[in-house]
């Protein structure tokens, strides 16, 4: 006769049954838990862009309306004596992180060896110090300008608030690999005089520009200091090249 004390365990089909249970829950509720990181992750990084946004809005009222300017390779001239701060170095004072240059979802890039920016070592000896922080790799930047706005690719020189037509969506910067991403991928010349030109286009393949960093898209910063989300899509003008939002500089293109 058994006792009535006697404990009865779990027999091997239930606990084969317990464990596909949490098997196949953890297959549920895993994903939705790596989409709320990233979901996450994206909403930091526009916070990111909204404050870098604001600080240039904030230069730029301390040097007479006029954007910072942040021409390729990095030097303005040939003259050592004024070389060129990394775009971050002239927005630092405004914002005090250096971790604010970081995207969340990419671990960055200091700076490209050749430039001559103030930090880099192949500034003159007594530029090799940044003026902000210990050295240009503590930036681990994952935000890339716009070259047609913020580095003279089509002006050769710094622009004003006041040459900007529709600052809302001009873009300023945005998630990319490099300082400098933001070179047209696509130019076309229309024929009447206009030219359409897209913010970081580029191929399918070597996503050199706009890689689609959160969910099939990106993060931006305007020329109005504000900050959104915006789907990549196939420019209209070529079957290959994709892009974001129209680059516009003209103050007289609508």
């Known amino acids: ?5 006697e404990i009865r365990g779990f027999t091997l089909i239930e606990l084969l049954v317990v464990i596909a249970i949490i098997a196949i829950l953890a297959a549920i509720l895993f994903p939705v838990f790596a989409q709320a990181r990233e979901r996450a992750r994206a909403i930091a990084c526009i916070s990111n862009l909204q404050q870098i946004g604001t600080a240039t809005m904030m230069y730029a009222q301390d040097y007479d309306e006029t954007l910072l300017y942040a021409p390729y390779p990095g030097c303005y001239n040939n003259n050592p004596n004024t070389p060129a701060l990394y775009y971050p170095d002239m927005l630092y004072p405004y914002v005090k992180s250096a971790a604010l240059f970081k995207d969340p979802d990419y671990d960055g890039y200091p700076f490209w060896m050749y430039t001559c ?5 192949t500034e003159p000896a007594q530029f090799q110090k940044s003026p902000n922080v210990n050295s240009l790799g503590d930036y681990h930047l994952g935000y890339g300008i716009n070259e047609l706005l913020l580095a ?14 529709l600052p809302a969506q001009t873009g300023m910067y945005s998630d990319g690999d490099y300082l400098w991403n933001t070179f047209i ?5 229309a024929g009447d005089g206009t030219k359409h030109t897209y913010w970081l286009s580029s ?7 706009g890689v689609p960093r959160h969910f099939g898209g990106a993060n931006f910063s305007y020329a109005d200091g504000h900050a959104k989300f915006a789907k990549l899509t196939l ?3 070529s079957p290959v090249f994709w892009g974001y939002y129209r680059v516009r500089i003209n103050p007289q293109e609508n």
Do not use: C, H
């Not at 920016?117 to 070592?121: D, H, M, N, Q, R």
């Not at 191929?203 to 520009?209: I, K, L, N």
């Open 1 to 5: 006769m058994a006792s009535r004390n």
């Open 117 to 121: 920016f103030v930090g880099s070592p």
């Open 152 to 165: 003279g690719a089509l002006t050769g020189g710094p622009i004003t608030l006041a040459g900007i037509n």
């Open 185 to 189: 991928g696509y130019y076309l010349d």
């Open 203 to 209: 191929d399918q393949v070597s996503w050199f520009y």
């Open 235 to 237: 420019t209209k003008e």
